[in-house]
């Protein structure tokens, strides 16, 4: 299935007269958001005492999303996407943005595959001639993530400028499908990343309201999951609620994205550095601080709280290694569980049984644990105490790590893949974010940092080594995986998201 073979016309002329109004109104707001960011890295945005003392919650849940247990994510593809909602999980997040690549044939035919979905008509056949097609009659709740505020999409102008990326997702996306979805008993529910204030929150829920005025909808007929994947974010998780209280219907934890935005906040403090990737772990104080404050903000207003991605892949051909994926997945679930989520993320469909029979063991027939709430106040202090590299030292394998799931990851991400299955995990552009940001950092860190092993200092000469090392071992590495690499991890200035830098130099 591709977008070339279609018999959809994809931007009838009503809905290029929404892009254009969405884009008339609110991209000089838009550019105002993104220039706002820079402030941050000064002054992270405060609370609203206001907001914060008053009382008022989201707009009532419906029934479809009262349970969302077990979500599984994936690329907007055709394939993923009969399997997934095919796959008992409660609901699906079909992407289009960190397990995307922002191609434009590769947009168009997420679009059109999305538009049978809903349809319940989506039918793929493969390049050797099997053919997959999805059961009308599915119940997995179909939930869409858009790119974020900072992309563009470059292929479409309005006046001779790109449209926003987010404008240009969520408006086709809900001129096409809303009201299949709504016969289906579903809705369109959309998950919304990368959102770091109140006032890009306002943006954009001005943005939902004014498509459904368009689509001739109720108010608050579009549901979204917000993502808290930014650190300015976790100082204003109310504040961005109650501007989408019409929409708002969840938040969502995403870990590798956090950290990544934490090192991007403090790119200026280069007395800052964190310890590898691997001791990262969600028991560290200042991220089960963030944890918590996810569920803490989402219940306190009537939302639902959602786990994060468990990246783990099982493997039915080494019961071994299949055994150490299905006991971390359990282990990380049940965390979550224990901290009051009401649902979590999995990448792959053996996971879901699995993590469903720990929802409902510990939720005892429970919908969700909206009752639930791990305290009563934002604890801000809990979110700055960072951990520090013991001694000034880095491990060589975690240096190696970051550069080879870098290189690996980018590599694939300029032929067009999004999700990449590596060293038995599942990994979005999030991973190569966290993964370039920390080779970043330990490279302009004032501390001087040095190998563990061998004292060495860590410089661009030993970068260098071990890119080399990397094209040695995985030969398939593109010769532009490393330039953008090289460019990501040497440039003096921090170089905000890859997606958009690559998107600008390497993308068609």
Not at 90 to 97: K, N, R, S, V
Request: net charge neutral; charged share 25%; with cysteine.
């Amino acid at each position: 299935m591709s977008a070339h073979s279609s018999s959809i016309t994809l931007l009838p002329p009503p809905l290029q007269q929404l892009l254009r109004q969405l884009h008339e109104r609110w991209e000089t707001e838009r550019q105002k958001c993104i220039e706002q960011r820079k402030k941050f890295q000064k002054d992270l945005p405060s609370p609203s005492e206001s907001i914060r003392k008053s009382e008022w919650r989201v707009r009532p849940l419906p029934p479809t999303l009262l349970k969302r247990h077990v979500e599984i994510t994936g690329p907007a593809e055709p394939k993923i996407l009969i399997h997934a909602l095919h796959s008992g999980a409660d609901a699906f997040m079909a992407d289009l943005e960190d397990a995307f690549t922002p191609f434009w044939e590769n947009q168009l035919s997420a679009q059109e595959a999305l538009y049978h979905a809903s349809r319940g008509t989506l039918r793929y056949e493969s390049p050797e001639g099997k053919l997959y097609q999805l059961d009308p009659a599915y119940t997995t709740l179909l939930l869409v993530r858009p790119r974020g505020l900072h992309l563009i999409e470059k292929h479409y102008r309005i006046h001779g400028n790109p449209i926003s990326a987010t404008f240009f997702d969520l408006a086709v996306y809900l001129y096409h499908n809303t009201e299949p979805l709504l016969k289906r008993g579903a809705g369109p529910y959309l998950y919304l990343p990368k959102i770091e204030s109140r006032q890009e929150a306002r943006l954009l829920a001005d943005v939902l309201t004014f498509c459904e005025e368009f689509l001739k909808l109720p108010l608050g007929t579009v549901r979204v999951t917000l993502l808290i994947e930014t650190f300015p974010a976790a100082f204003q998780m109310e504040e961005i609620l109650y501007e989408f209280r019409e929409h708002a219907a969840g938040l969502n934890a995403g870990r590798w994205d956090y950290l990544f935005s934490l090192i991007k906040t403090y790119q200026h403090q280069r007395a800052f550095a964190l310890p590898e990737r691997e001791k990262l772990t969600m028991d560290q104080p200042f991220l089960r601080a963030y944890a918590e404050e996810v569920v803490r903000a989402a219940h306190k207003r009537g939302a639902l709280a959602i786990g994060g991605m468990s990246a783990f892949i099982p493997d039915r051909k080494n019961p071994e290694l299949n055994a150490f994926a299905l006991e971390q997945v359990r282990k990380d679930k049940a965390r979550e569980i224990a901290q009051g989520y009401d649902g979590a993320w999995v990448a792959h469909p053996d996971l879901v049984p699995i993590v469903k029979n720990l929802f409902e063991e510990m939720l005892q027939g429970r919908p969700n644990q909206g009752e639930f709430s791990p305290s009563s106040a934002l604890e801000k202090e809990k979110l700055t105490v960072f951990p520090s590299p013991e001694e000034g030292l880095i491990s060589s394998e975690g240096i190696q790590r970051n550069i080879e799931v870098a290189l690996l990851y980018l590599s694939a991400w300029l032929k067009g893949q999004g999700a990449v299955a590596l060293f038995h995990l599942m990994e979005d552009a999030a991973t190569a974010e966290i993964s370039r940001s920390q080779l970043w950092q330990w490279l302009h860190s004032s501390l001087a940092l040095r190998v563990r092993e061998t004292q060495e200092p860590i410089s661009i000469v030993l970068y260098e080594t071990l890119i080399e090392n990397a094209q040695r071992k995985f030969p398939h590495i593109s010769k532009e995986a490393s330039s953008l690499l090289r460019d990501l991890v040497y440039s003096p200035s921090f170089i905000p998201f890859f997606t958009s830098y690559a998107y600008k130099r390497y993308v068609p």
